[in-house]
C-alpha cells in the first residue's frame, strides 16, 4: 500500500526567503508519480508540480522545484523567495502507475510566510 | 475553459439524515473523483468514475455512494449519516483511465457539517 509521509505540521520562512517542505513515500510499484498541491483558506486544492519515477531531472515549476531523490523515497518542495501569499496548507500526494487514478495525500504541512 | 465546481458549498444535516453533493467536472475531463477531508487531515479517496462506472473506491463504507452523469458530472450520496461524517468534500476531474502525470483538478469542495 502506498503512503506519504509529511513530519513537518507546520513551517515559519521570511518572506522573500526559500523554504523546503518535506516529503517521504513509501510503494513497492517501480512506476508512480509525485504531486504536490497547496490549499488555501478556501479550501480548493491547487497543482504545484508533479515529478514521474522516471523522470531524469527535478521538477521545476516558476518558484517550485521538487528535489526528487529516489533512493531515499524523498520528494521534498522548494519555494524559492517566498511570497505572503504563499501562506497556506501544502500537501503531497502519490499516484501508482496501475489501475485507476487513486492518489494519496500526506497529513500537510502549514506553511506561514512572515513579513 | 471552466473548472471543476461543486454544490452546495455549505450544508448543515443531523445524524441519521442523507445528502446529496454535486459536482460538474472542467471541460474535457471524463474522469471524477471524490475526497473526504476531516479537519486537520488530508484528503482521503472515497471513490472515482470514469465513463460513468465506478472503477476504484477507498475504505469507505457502501453508505457512501455516487453516479456519473454522460456529461461527466457526478454526485456523492452519504446515506445515514454520523457525526464523523462531517468534512469538506472535494470532487477532482482528470482526463484518462490510467495513471501517470494527469492532474487532479479540484472544486472548492463542499462543506458537511452533521449534529
Known amino acids: 500500500a502506498q503512503k506519504i509521509t509529511q513530519t513537518q505540521p507546520g513551517m515559519f520562512v521570511q518572506e522573500k526567503e526559500a523554504v523546503t517542505l518535506d516529503c517521504t513515500y513509501d510503494t513497492s510499484d517501480p512506476s508512480y508519480g509525485l504531486f504536490w498541491y497547496k490549499q488555501p483558506s478556501s479550501g480548493e486544492m491547487i497543482f504545484l508540480i508533479y515529478?514521474?519515477?522516471?523522470?531524469?531531472q527535478n521538477a521545476t515549476e516558476g518558484r517550485y522545484s521538487l528535489n526528487f531523490q529516489k533512493a531515499r523515497k524523498s520528494a521534498n518542495l522548494v519555494i524559492s523567495a517566498s511570497q505572503l501569499g504563499d501562506s497556506a496548507m501544502y500537501f503531497c500526494a502519490m499516484r501508482e502507475a496501475g489501475g485507476y487514478q487513486k492518489v494519496t495525500f500526506g497529513t500537510g504541512t502549514k506553511l506561514q510566510v512572515i513579513p | 475553459e471552466t473548472g471543476v465546481t461543486q454544490s452546495p458549498t455549505h450544508l448543515i444535516k443531523t445524524r441519521g439524515q442523507q445528502v446529496t453533493l454535486r459536482c460538474s467536472s472542467q471541460s474535457g475531463h471524463n474522469t471524477v473523483s471524490w475526497y473526504q477531508q476531516a479537519l486537520g487531515q488530508g484528503p482521503q479517496f472515497i471513490f472515482q468514475y470514469y465513463r460513468e462506472e465506478e472503477n476504484g473506491r477507498g475504505n469507505f463504507p457502501p453508505r457512501f455512494s455516487g453516479l456519473q452523469f454522460p456529461n461527466y458530472s457526478s454526485e456523492l450520496n452519504v446515506n445515514a449519516l454520523e457525526l464523523d461524517d462531517s468534512a469538506l468534500y472535494l470532487c477532482a476531474s482528470s482526463l484518462g483511465g490510467a495513471g501517470g502525470a494527469n492532474v487532479l483538478t479540484f472544486g472548492a469542495g463542499s462543506r458537511l457539517t452533521v449534529l
Open positions: 515529478q514521474g519515477s522516471y523522470d531524469q
